[in-house]
């Protein structure tokens, strides 16, 4: 048999196979067949696995833990802002993990707070708890008074891979609401409390897009939040 001659199979897959006589000899039928079967599985099966890929790495954000808000610098929180978060999220659609199912798996995991999440805590929480993702906050600045004030930081993690997915932080006082015509400021911190909660979680994404960027998720080691200076 001439070995320098040579035979090619192409498929239009984007891919070439080629396959010389000088891998195999002319009893080697059944290795000809194979090569011909999974170029035919490719030539089939290529143009469809990026919508599979894509399919794979987008997601809706159904249902959200939301951890109870650290308060570093606030010694006594007047305003239960871990339960205003989550009526919040509720009436953007969102379904959420209970309270009591949420203390239940830190309790067994013997978690105090956010500096104690690393990516495989995050990751169990999501498969323990059915969720999609993870809220956490903290609340830097909670006065009252005739001129309240409210610094309010916030972040989604992705449960699936530990990546931030939104994050978003707000200071506001009474008097940042006071119109042309002096009127509009809030005196009430409760009030004031649910109006920047409401403006901060505004632009909340309701699903996941893990490859808009084309990089590697950011990996959660520690989770931590510093007070911010408000205006006024």
């Known amino acids: 048999m001439d070995r320098s001659r040579g035979k090619s199979l192409s498929f239009q897959a ?6 010389s006589e000088e ?32 399919e794979d790495q987008n997601a809706d954000i159904g249902v959200v833990a939301v951890m109870p808000f650290g308060a570093f610098s606030v010694p006594d929180l007047s305003v239960d802002i871990t339960g205003l978060t989550m009526e919040q999220l ?14 239940d798996f830190l309790v067994s995991r013997r978690i105090r707070g956010v500096d104690f999440l690393s990516r495989p805590v995050i990751r169990a929480m999501g498969t323990t ?6 809220l956490t906050g903290s609340v830097d600045i909670l006065r009252g008074g005739e001129n309240p004030q409210v610094s309010i930081s916030v972040q989604l ?23 042309f015509l002096g009127l509009g400021k809030i005196t009430s911190l409760d009030r004031l409390v649910r109006t920047v909660l409401g403006e901060l979680l505004e632009g909340i994404p309701h699903r996941i897009s893990r490859n808009d960027l084309g990089l590697a998720p950011f990996e959660i080691t520690e989770a931590s939040f510093s007070p ?5």
């Open 157 to 179: 993690v992705d449960c699936g891979d530990g990546g931030v997915i939104w994050a978003n932080s707000m200071s506001r006082t009474g008097a940042d609401y006071v119109t």
């Open 228 to 232: 911010s200076v408000i205006r006024g």
């Open 23 to 54: 891998f195999y000899t002319q009893g080697d039928s059944l290795m000809k067949r194979y090569v011909v079967i999974i170029g035919l599985i490719m030539h089939v099966l290529l143009p469809v696995l990026p919508s599979f890929a894509e």
């Open 90 to 103: 509720r009436e953007q659609g969102f379904g959420l993990v209970s309270r009591e199912e949420l203390d």
């Open 129 to 134: 708890l059915s969720a999609d993702a993870l």
């Open 14 to 19: 984007g891919h070439l196979i080629y396959v």
